[in-house]
């Protein structure tokens, strides 16, 4: 199992451009997160999916956008990205006992 | 609302020293409590876990106690060593099950030979 993936790992953007951060999992799990960390604001929670065509807004939505097409796949859209959106994000998949992972995205918008 | 109140670091010890690193929740249902660890560099993994009032959560030499009457979670251990150099996040999941976790602003620690 590769467990939880993400990528890229690191990302540059200007501002106002757009781009799509993958996640997947291969544990067939089906709730799936994505959450974002600041310094001094520990990991707070964008958008989440229950299952495959299921999504939710979590405590940070706006200027996101997910979808859940498959159990595997997860991925996050910023549709014009704004200086505020420079930050590590982490895509986490939720397991019988523990949330699972990925090892983050680090992105910067200019 | 949910929240996670834990210490602000850095805290800085030297090894063998004992560690205490405070977390307190707000008491809104039964939440299951964690402890996540970030090594630098990487992805959240889960340390510990208490999934009812006085649950102790253990691992690697880390130990928790869900207590319901102070709402806390502090995490401790006896002996650090210079690997546990880290970040430490408290987190409390929505309900009883582990569902989206609210998490705490993290702590890191540094241990020094």
């Known amino acids: 199992n590769a467990g939880v993936t993400q990528t890229p790992k690191f990302q540059v953007l200007k501002t106002g451009q757009s781009m799509t951060l993958q996640c997947a999992q291969d544990?067939?799990?089906?709730?799936m997160s994505w959450y974002r960390q600041d310094p001094g604001m520990g990991l707070r929670l964008i958008h989440y999916?229950?299952?495959?065509?299921?999504?939710d807004q979590g405590e940070v939505p706006n200027g996101y956008n997910v979808s859940r097409s498959t159990t595997e796949d997860f991925p996050l859209r910023l549709l014009s990205a704004a200086p505020s959106q420079t930050s590590v994000y982490f895509c986490?998949?939720?397991?019988?006992?523990?949330?699972?992972f990925g090892p983050g995205t680090r992105l910067t918008v200019l | 609302g949910n929240s996670v109140t834990q210490m602000e670091g850095p805290v800085t010890l030297s090894e063998e020293a004992f560690l205490t690193i405070n977390c307190t929740y707000t008491?809104?249902?039964?939440?299951?409590l964690f402890w996540y660890v970030q090594y630098p560099g990487e992805g959240l993994q889960l340390l510990l876990k208490?999934?009812?009032?006085?649950d102790k959560g253990s691992n690697k030499g880390f130990e928790a106690t869900y207590r319901k009457e102070t709402t806390s979670f502090h995490l401790e251990k006896g002996s650090v060593q210079v690997s546990d150099s880290a970040v430490y996040f408290c987190?409390?999941?929505?309900?009883?099950?582990?569902?989206?976790?609210?998490f705490g602003k993290g702590t890191m620690l540094l241990v020094s030979p």
């Open positions: 999916s229950v299952g495959a065509g299921i999504t």
């Open positions: 544990m067939n799990h089906e709730y």
């Open positions: 987190a409390r999941g929505r309900g009883s099950g582990y569902s989206t976790l609210t």
């Open positions: 008491a809104t249902g039964y939440p299951s």
């Open positions: 208490a999934t009812k009032a006085d």
């Open positions: 986490a998949s939720q397991g019988s006992d523990t949330q699972y």
